[in-house]
């Protein structure tokens, strides 16, 4: 399943790990650690040493906060994604926002994917990525407001809707021009659901495998794995990578992470025992 954006083609022959990289004040993980610009550069040569395939770049956090005007984020976002570009030309990188103005600068500063979290609540989101021959996530938030939380929510068929959901977004996306190889789709863990839809979505993920779209899973330091856990972010790792494992098995293609060196050990060994990929060396039996 080959994955290509703005000509810069993924290795079809690995689980693909997208690393996190916040420029906002307030994340849930972080906490603003990747703030100021200097820091955040770093970061991402920290990530891409580590092994990861692509960057995502946020200015603004999920949950709900402060409001963050639209020129705010993206200077945010561009003052990171132009340097980034300059010092990893090869490098995929995204940016994680919901807005088709930030997108479109973003685009414009060197981004090659628009990670959009919410559903698309801007159409024209789409036009602007296929204008860019970016590509695109399109992820199932339940029709909620962009960073807002879930109250009682509900679905006939979690599994059934979030599909459905998802393969007309990506179908709107080809139709809107976006290449077919640079469409992802992602079940969207706790975006409009509970911890009891989120555990069913990673239970049952092979359905939306099945779909021909190449699934992005957004699992990393959820509320999900912490209610599992009953745990706070920091100590939601060996959850998190319990969850990636099962994901991977059940055919994910690309892992959203805060933690990139362990989530890459455990999709390699997930990929070498479905046959994916060969020891890394080969030493037990042979001296």
Known sequence: MTIRFRGKT???DETLVMAIVNRTPDSFFDRGRTYELGVALDRVDQVVAEGAHLVDIGGVKAAPGAEVPEDEEIRRVVELIEPVRDRHPGLVISVDTYRASVADAACRAGADVV????????????VVAAAHGAGLVCTHAGGLPPRTRPHRIGYDDVVADVTADLVRMAETALAAGVDRDGILIDPGHDFGKNSRHSLRLTAELDTLVATGWPVLCALSRKDFVGEVLDVLPDERLEGTLAATAVSTWLGARMFRAHDVAATLKVTRMVDALMGRRDLAVGRRGLT
Request: hydrophobic share 35%.
């Open 115 to 126: 990670n959009d979290a919410w559903g698309q609540p801007e159409a024209r989101t789409a």
């Open 10 to 12: 993924l290795p079809d």
